[in-house]
């Protein structure tokens, strides 16, 4: 039998391909086979690429934010000459269709740096005068030094340059670990930094588990700055291993998201983009909708178009571009997710379609892939774990409700506030319900439209901070007040 030959990843540290003694496998999530090895980084590989970005922060730090503007733009082209092939390995890797990876998360991730390196250029500070002391006062930001960014596997090229661009182009250097279980995509494009002129040093990925690569780079004193993107459960440990430093966190955390379907919404709309909502990349997405609160009068229709519109959301190889969803990350998130749906079985739940209802003609190479079809729930109560807890798969739970006020308190009712969705055509409904939802982040009659400009991030279990334009440039600078006496 010949050897199966592995995709071999290695650090980027220092501006070099640094091999790893030891690795972890990484499997494709289409047919549940090991196709990479990555490094199991530890507090050695961390220690040499927060060395490298402290020895790098001083010359890039001095450069304007023009010239680390030019270094984003040409790191951005570089990327999007590459789309298909960075396209086609994050559908390996993660999971997700390729046409997802396609139209989604390679041009975000291109577009990402582009923001960033045009964002830096437009920000002003603050001044003052106290004229009868004859002082002049003003801001001043400066780049905080070694940002420690963690990137999750959901979104993996998108999410890590959400973090890498803005912490660059303020002029700060990183050290970045993405997911143990999406490296791929982090590794192609560390092999691009040189060609765009990104400086030795000026970012580093250390590749490996939460447990070791992580736990290094949170708890390292010279890496003042966290920006964590994850679990609720792991946020807490980074802030217990954080404090005895002070450091700047930003925690983008997970969510159980409602969507408010009142009576007069447009139901075809509605449900189109309900469908999205729910069950894009899988359900794998911090912002999908999970928990569906619909007007007791339209209650009935509404969930009879919902499950007719769900059950053509087609799940299936990642390579077919006919497919909404691929593959879930793994075996164990597979199991995880399907618990959830047991459970709602066993409160005497109703699965209207999806997961034990519907079965998937998959190819026999893909018989041990990590599938599961897009699951609809109703008649679970509102304290069940399956309305409480974050499922992060292809399940929602529709469920009715009677005035404005029961729909806010259900909303309302989880530990979570990241997004929610409102749907009415009355004007004064939605700011009404805006105000109201305890979420960072509220869309009426829309999902998932972003401008990057303004703030994201999560109330309550969702999260600490906010990033964005102007939060981002807040986040990865400190400010400064000087006053000059005249």
């Known amino acids: 039998m010949s050897k199966t030959s592995y995709l071999v990843l290695e650090n980027y540290i220092g501006g070099k391909f640094v091999p790893s003694r030891s690795h972890i496998d990484s499997y494709d999530p289409s047919t549940g086979e090991v196709y990479c090895k990555v490094p199991d980084s530890g507090e050695e590989e ?96 400066c780049p905080v030094g070694v940002a420690g ?33 999406t490296s791929v995509t982090a590794w ?54 954080s404090a005895p430093y002070c450091k700047k966190l930003s925690l983008e955390l997970g969510g159980k998201n409602p969507a408010i379907i009142f009576a007069d919404a447009d139901l075809d709309q509605c449900i189109e983009t309900t469908v999205r909502s729910s069950f894009s990349n899988q359900g794998e997405i911090c912002l999908c909708t999970s928990r569906i609160y619909v007007e007791r009068s339209i209650y009935a229709a509404f969930l009879e ?82 309305m409480q807890e974050e499922i992060f798969g292809p399940v929602t739970c529709v469920s009715p409700f009677d005035t404005e006020d029961e729909a806010v308190a259900k909303g309302n009712g989880v530990r979570y506030g990241l997004s929610a969705t409102v749907w009415s055509r009355d004007v004064g409904k939605v700011h009404r319900m805006a105000k109201r ?21 999560g109330m309550k279990n969702s999260g600490v901070g906010r990033e964005g334009g102007k939060d981002s440039y807040h986040f990865f600078t400190e400010v400064k007040s000087v006053t000059i006496k005249h």
């Not at 990137?151 to 993405?178: Q, R």
């Not at 939802?437 to 991030?457: E, I, K, S």
Request: hydrophobic residues 40%; charged residues 20%; aromatic residues 6%.
């Open 437 to 457: 939802l305890q979420a960072g982040l509220v869309w009426t009659n829309c999902w998932l439209v972003r401008d990057l400009n303004l703030p994201f991030g």
């Open 149 to 181: 960014l963690i990137s999750p596997w959901n979104l993996p090229l998108y999410l890590l340059t959400w973090k890498i661009a803005p912490a660059i182009a303020t002029g700060n250097t990183v050290v970045a670990k993405p997911s143990e279980m």
């Open 305 to 386: 178009r919902f499950v007719a519109a769900t059950k053509k959301w087609k799940t299936g190889v990642p390579s077919d571009p006919n497919n909404n969803n691929g593959a879930l990350i793994s075996k164990e998130h597979l199991e995880k997710v399907r618990s959830f749906v047991a459970l709602a079985k066993s409160e005497g739940g109703i699965i209207h379609c999806g997961e034990g209802v519907d079965q998937l003609d998959l190819p026999e190479r893909n018989s041990n892939g990590y599938f599961m079809p897009a699951t609809v729930i109703s008649g679970i109560s509102d304290g069940s774990r399956i």
């Open 46 to 141: 961390v220690e040499a690429a927060v060395a490298a970005a402290r020895e790098a922060f001083p010359g890039w730090s001095d450069r304007s934010p023009e010239q680390r503007a030019q270094v984003l733009n040409k790191l951005a082209d570089l990327m999007e000459a590459n789309l298909e092939e960075f396209a086609q390995a994050e559908s390996r890797d993660q999971g997700k269709t390729i046409t997802l990876a396609r139209t989604l998360d390679i041009p975000r991730s291109v577009h990402n740096f582009r923001f960033f390196a045009s964002s830096v250029r437009h920000h002003t500070t603050d001044c003052s005068q106290i004229d009868h002391m004859g002082c002049l006062n003003y801001t001043i930001r």
């Open 188 to 241: 192609m494009m560390c092999k691009l930094m040189k060609q765009a002129g990104v400086p030795p040093g000026v970012v580093n990925i250390v590749f490996g588990t939460g447990p070791r690569a992580g736990n290094a780079l949170v708890g390292h004193p010279d890496v003042p700055l966290i920006s964590f993107t994850g679990s609720t459960a792991t946020a807490q440990h980074i802030t217990e291993k």
